[in-house]
Nanobody
Framework: QVQLVESGGGLVQAGGSLRLSCAASGRTFSMYAMGWFRQAPGKEREFVATISRSGDNTYYADSVKGRFTISRDNAKNTVYLQMNNLKPEDTAVYYC????????????????????WGQGTQVTVSS
């Protein structure tokens, strides 16, 4: 069992930055690929970014590529999402998720690949 707690959300002006953190419980954090997803009001949840359990591979949605950076610290059981040059369309509840993978460099993009989810943190970008 893995419990995930996100933090770092808030209100920011367009062009600004935020860093989200996701702290995981348990001693098996390094066995999971970690992903960030988001859900805007009235829209379906969408993939944002993922990092392999080894930390050597990442993958981003086209909408955030070049602006967001995902990273992880396995010693601290924490995954981060650095978000720069934020846009109003980035406004959403952001969720982190953990998914077991067989290959250490796997970067799953489907939410079906993730077994554990956090409660979410709100990010609001004003224009």
């Amino acid at each position: 069992q893995v419990q995930l707690v996100e933090s770092g959300g808030g209100l920011v002006q367009a062009g600004g930055s935020l860093r989200l953190s996701c702290a995981a419980s348990g001693r098996t954090f390094s066995m999971y690929a970690m992903g960030w997803f988001r859900q805007a009001p009235g829209k379906e949840r969408e993939f944002v970014a993922t990092i392999s359990r080894s930390g050597d591979n990442t993958y981003y949605a086209d909408s955030v590529k070049g602006r967001f950076t995902i990273s992880r610290d396995n010693a601290k059981n924490t995954v981060y999402l650095q978000m720069n040059n934020l846009k109003p369309e980035d406004t959403a509840v952001y969720y982190c998720a953990a998914g077991p993978t067989y290959y250490s460099s796997a970067v799953p993009r489907s939410d079906l690949s993730y077994d554990y989810w956090g409660q979410g943190t709100q990010v609001t970008v004003s224009s």
